[in-house]
């Protein structure tokens, strides 16, 4: 519930920059990480291949990132933002830390080193059942 709450409202703030459905979240790991091939953005963001290609299409189409081919392996085509994507990133940055700085108001240090902990280790065990279940594996439960 929180995460999609978040993620609704960034939804509507980003609405006059022209990125919708999380495309934000694309567009932030491409600038933090120039020239990252698909494969390692899909790993970051936890999302299936055609959904971060459709992504992926329309950010470029926007003008927000460029795709160019990787001089070593021509079948990789690396992801670069573009000034326009570059000049929106601050603004997305932004926004992230009000929500946090929102979402923690009234925990103590503590409480939010604890919960950051804990949500991290969380992250690692999803992660592995992730990756399991994107090979094709079944969890038997």
Avoid at 66 to 77: L, Q, R, S, T
Avoid at 94 to 108: G, M, P, Q, T, V
């Amino acid at each position: 519930m929180i995460a999609r709450a978040l993620d609704s409202i960034s939804n509507i703030e980003f609405k006059h920059y022209d990125l919708t459905k999380g495309q934000y979240l694309y567009l932030v790991r491409i600038c933090e990480n120039p020239g990252i091939i698909m494969e390692k953005l899909i790993d970051l963001i936890k999302v299936d291949r055609a959904t971060a290609a459709r992504a992926i299409k329309k950010l470029e189409k926007k003008g927000f990132i460029e795709k160019k081919f990787d001089e070593h392996n021509k079948k990789n085509k690396k992801l670069y933002p573009t000034g326009s994507g570059n000049n929106i990133y601050p603004f997305i940055i932004r926004e992230n830390e009000y929500s946090n700085n929102i979402a923690l108001k009234n925990f103590s240090e503590k409480e939010t080193e604890l919960l950051t902990d804990l949500l991290q280790r969380m992250r690692k065990n999803i992660d592995n059942d992730w990756k399991y279940v994107k090979k094709g594996n079944k969890r038997s439960y």
